[in-house]
């Protein structure tokens, strides 16, 4: 990941393993949600942030989302930037979707 910090950390997404290589991060959305592809898109509705539902990945990923960086250092600082807006539209995701 560079020289960057990859904000899905700092937001409170849980990143269990630590990409070695990879272009994406596979980060524990259950803090928030319990539907990562209604999540995913409700993420994208309120903070402009797309992420891959983890439920894509299989049902193990049911509460996980994927991130990519696979771009430019200037699209992963307004990432970086976009991750103010992100926190509070997690709050407001918080409140549609109910985990069990």
Do not use: H
């Not at 990859?6 to 994406?24: C, D, E, H, R």
């Not at 903070?47 to 509460?63: I, L, N, S």
């Amino acid at each position: 990941m560079g020289g960057l910090q990859f904000s899905p950390l700092a937001v409170g997404f849980g990143i269990p393993v630590m990409p070695q290589g990879a272009f994406y991060v596979f980060a524990d959305a259950s803090k928030w949600t319990d539907d990562s592809y209604k999540f995913a898109f409700e993420l994208l509705k309120k903070a402009g942030v797309g992420v891959a539902p983890g439920v894509d990945f299989g049902q193990a990923g049911k509460r996980a989302v994927r991130f990519s960086y696979a771009s430019s250092e200037e699209n992963c600082r307004w990432f970086a930037d976009r991750a103010n807006t992100m926190a509070g539209a997690l709050a407001a995701v918080d409140e549609l979707i109910p985990t069990c």
